[in-house]
């Protein structure tokens, strides 16, 4: 079946620095691709997303980056900050009798004082 | 706005008990999904409604699973025989757009953690 693949599992970075998530995806057909962010004991919360007509999009310290050819897509937040830790998940929509997501395994960011 | 409420937080059965979790959600939103999140895991989606309908449940176990959305607002889901495999966080999610519609935001609820024994 369809999957997407994320990668790393962990992520640790110096406060301030730059970290960034890579996922790939399967299908050739995906054209939505969200990023969550998932705080302990809460649930998902969409922070970005890019259409498949984009490259790039960018919201403040946040950007996401779509290569369809090779079928990836990244997360990247700059200037860090304490409240970045938490666990980001990729996904991409897929069309099976109905539109839905599939999700990346998630990357548990940590950011270091 | 309120958000996606849900009920329990935590649950511990035993392996074989029943066990059944409410969703409430976002007012006006068509859609409900329940997922499964097995710990270090993403979501996995076990059903989707939309109104009091079923648009999706390819991935629900339904010799043990089952779940309705009376009324086309709120939603419960039931196991019933639990087994050890179950323990995960489940979520409930709502959007406001319809199935057809791709480009839905999903809220989610905080979730119910259950554990089997």
């Known amino acids: 079946g369809e999957n997407v693949e994320q990668h790393p599992s962990t992520l640790s970075v110096q406060e301030g620095d730059s970290a960034v998530i890579k996922c790939t995806y399967s299908d050739s057909a995906s054209n939505y691709f969200p990023w969550y962010k998932q705080e302990l004991g809460k649930g998902p919360q969409l922070i970005i997303d890019i259409r498949s007509n984009v490259g790039e999009k960018k919201d403040q310290r946040i950007a996401v980056t779509l290569n369809k050819t090779a079928k990836h897509f990244s997360l990247h937040i700059t200037e860090t900050q304490p409240e970045d830790s938490a666990v980001y998940f990729c996904a991409a929509s897929i069309w099976d009798s109905n539109y839905q997501l599939i999700w990346g395994a998630g990357t548990k960011l940590i950011i270091k004082p | 706005e309120a958000g996606v409420a849900q009920s329990p937080r935590y649950k511990i059965i035993e392996k074989r008990q029943s066990v059944a979790f409410w969703c409430n959600p976002i007012s006006g939103h068509a859609t409900l999904y329940w997922y499964q999140q097995i710990l270090g895991q993403g979501p996995k989606l076990l059903i989707q409604f939309q109104n009091n309908g079923v648009v999706d449940d390819s991935q629900l176990p339904k010799d043990r699973f089952s779940a309705e959305r009376l009324k086309g607002v709120d939603s419960t889901l039931k196991i019933q025989p639990a087994k050890l495999e179950d323990s995960a966080v489940y979520l409930c999610?709502?959007?406001?757009?319809?199935?057809?519609?791709?480009?839905?935001?999903?809220?989610f609820g905080p979730g119910t953690r259950l554990t089997v024994l």
């Open positions: 999610a709502s959007s406001l757009g319809w199935s057809g519609s791709r480009y839905n935001e999903q809220f």
